[in-house]
């Protein structure tokens, strides 16, 4: 279910809070698993999704200072933020859908395929989640009905019952699911600088794998690689000028 924004809330100003977890885990839950997504509309690399989960005890700590969405932080200070965020969450866990999977699953079972991954992380030291409270207005975690057309089976679904609620600004409203977007932001991030290393010329130490103008360039010039996702409108690559020897499709120094 939806939750209801909050009577005259600016969720672009306020810092988050803790209310909406603290309400669900009033109720009887555990743990409540903030989860938030980051590389959805990127061009290369995988889509990513972080979960943090809180307790009880969680919320008698306060969160870190600056914790906020993950977009309207500096690399600096998400750099910075990110070891206080780990500490103050019961647990968490990222997890990853490389571009092959999106290709094969589509965005949103991609998205699926990395939220499970991210749950199981979470759940490693023991914890069962049952309670996730998910950033925007689409749940995307809960895998479809069976006589649903586009239902496909699931080899990260590990059987477990949750109740998904779903919350638009929750990065900017839930400290859990701003704690998520940190921790996603910043292992996403790193993926995509050692991808940068082994494919120099798209620009993915800066641009993370988003269209920006020098990436969009890089397509053009030498085409996709392995990191594209290549199911996507990706820009076609240009004509070799004749007698270059280039081959279409293909870098010149692919060999």
Known sequence: RRLRRRACAD?????????????????GVEVVAGMDEVGRG???????????????SSLTVPFPAGLTDSKLLSATARERIEPAVAGWVLAWGVGHASPA???????VGALRTAGRRALRAAEAAGTTVRAVLLDGSHDWLTPPA??????????????????VRTLVKG????????????????????LMGAADARHPGYGWASNKGYGS???????????????????????????????????????????
């Open 42 to 56: 990127a061009l290369a690399g995988p889509v990513t999704v972080g979960c943090a989960l809180v307790s009880t």
């Open 171 to 190: 990065d900017l409203r839930c400290a859990s699911v701003a704690a998520a977007s940190v921790l996603a932001k910043q292992a996403r991030d790193r």
């Open 146 to 163: 069976q006589d649903d057309l586009f239902a496909v089976d699931d080899p990260e679904d590990d059987g477990v019952a949750r109740e």
């Open 213 to 255: 103008a020098d990436h969009l360039a890089e397509l053009r010039r030498v085409g996709p690689c392995d990191e594209h996702r290549r199911s996507w409108r990706l820009p076609a690559r240009d004509a070799a000028p004749v007698g270059s020897g280039a081959v279409p499709g293909r870098a010149a120094d692919e060999g």
């Open 11 to 27: 969720p672009v100003r306020q810092p988050p809070d803790t209310l909406v977890e603290a309400a669900w885990l009033a109720e």
């Open 101 to 107: 999977e999106i290709d094969a699953l589509g965005i």
